[in-house]
């Protein structure tokens, strides 16, 4: 996942955001709003917000919503040994089915922190 | 999804059933066969039975049937607003986690809309 | 389920919901409230809903969703008939996994209709 | 889960069966009829398919069809070092949210031992 | 589920363990171990991780592991504010499908405090 | 799957794997660890462990998963009446939702026997 891959995930993720967004009615729509808020400061800070929907979708198995959560907790600061914490609980609880899910997390994660040493 | 994209989804279905009926022992069999009937007409219309596989489709997160039963709902003549209103129940039942399906499932409905507005 | 369980049933959820409204923050009563509208008349009528969500918990085997939805089904005056190929086409997709909910759901249509037979 | 509790669990399996034949549509039944047919002898000798069964109810997690198929190995003859090792594969590939449901898999399956032992 | 139905829950789950320990090999041993490691201090604190395995525990709908994280997050000290933004996360990611679970959830949670008043 | 596409998708995943190995703290190494000891020689031949991970993985609907236990079950022997036995029980387990996997898994399958008559 190189930078123009990230950018590419982003492209096409907003692309897609658009088309339902046409057609989405009300609840959709009002789905959406609650997702986007969720995750924003609270209780819990967006970090560790951030590192609960990663561990929820790496244990449901859901590749897109795993570099989602990735790309965020790169962005919150999360520390690799923090993610890598947060990812072996989700591994243990969900088995060795979550393996191939695990190895593109870090593929992507790994992406990231090039970059971020680039940068 | 062009139409030359869902021809192509089309086609390597096809190809791939011939290769599980090449294989495929008594019980596998029957169970396409029973498959294939469970859509047909009866107490309920098709329609209903094809929102139901494609809701069914949605929450479990398999993007091949969704894309299936989401060709199978534009030939029985579903409207947009019916399409959404079952994938917004999906959507609420299976949560945040359907979205990327959900995503795909509209865009290929949007093609499939495009081409029936060019016919 | 005797009449007396489904009392029983309906009062252990609103209980429930008593104690999560206690301590839901805005975002879990807003889900709620998604929750309550999606199932209401739109392009679809409330019984072609209400089966898409019994086929969904059907799918995801969730026994509390599912006689929830076998009840409003029956509220809804869903027939037999069209309750039963549902809840074939909800076994098909799912599987023999999906036998014992099958089952208790089977159960609690019965007993719905012993009662209405006796009103 | 002692002689009777097995008694128990055969007879309320049976008595729900009843209800969904009274039920069921032709597609159900054949559903069904399938589920039978498909634990036979075959390439496969029935030990190694009720094996099957039972690690795939254990990853998805349905405690009825746990116990059906830890009966039906029991029966088979598979001693306890082969369940114990097949077991240990659903833990592995389905993590420890299966933890639950292998706690009352090897309850039941101590329980059938103790029998064993008696008769 | 007061503090007798907790003890209760303990006693049954200890109980459950020593029958498993009983029959497990060596790889279910060391998954076990595994497990156990998981959760304590490290990069995280325990109080992050235990929030996510019941994030993770509710996603995937296992009324058991749910009640161990919820007691485990009150000897943590976890928050009410905290934990009820964890399964509102959890609510929004797994859908309306976790809803009973959550209904649990908050009612061993709502227990736990007040014992936790009462002491 | 031609020779090329299985050689790639090992080369894939022994990459991944290294990514993984990178980043992984003892918790995820040990998980690695156990996962590689399980499916050896013990009460149970490696061969019926492999059919037991194919069905857990196609009742899961992985399909790296499913890929890499029907190349493994190449390597066993298994036979294809038998790998298909166990197919069809994943399939009746799981339901309609995993046939695109038992596509998947039959088209990888049939590669390897054209392979295996070449050799």
Redesign the interface.
């Known amino acids: 996942m190189s930078k123009g891959s990230i950018e590419e995930f982003k492209a096409e993720?907003e692309e897609?955001?658009q088309?339902?967004m046409?057609?989405?009615?009300l609840?959709?729509k009002?789905?959406?709003s609650?997702?986007s808020?969720?995750?924003r400061e609270?209780?819990?800070p967006p970090k560790?917000?951030e590192?609960?929907?990663l561990?929820?979708?790496l244990?449901?198995?859901?590749d897109?919503?795993i570099k989602y959560h990735i790309i965020r907790c790169d962005e919150e600061g999360v520390?690799?040994?923090?993610l890598?914490?947060?990812?072996?609980?989700?591994?243990?609880?969900?088995?060795?089915?979550?393996?191939?899910h695990?190895?593109?997390a870090?593929?992507a994660?790994?992406e990231l922190q090039r970059e971020d040493g680039d940068a």
């Not at 046409?22 to 009615?25: L, N, S, V």
């Not at 520390?79 to 923090?82: F, K, L, R």
């Not at 914490?85 to 191939?100: M, R, Y």
């Open positions: 993720r897609l955001n088309i339902v046409q057609y989405a009615d609840g959709i009002r789905f959406f609650l997702d808020q969720a995750y609270g209780a819990l560790t917000k590192l609960l929907g561990v929820a979708s244990v449901l198995r859901c897109d919503c520390a690799s040994a923090e890598v914490e947060a990812l072996g609980i989700g591994l243990l609880v969900g088995g060795s089915i979550t393996i191939p695990l190895r593109r870090l593929q994660w790994d």
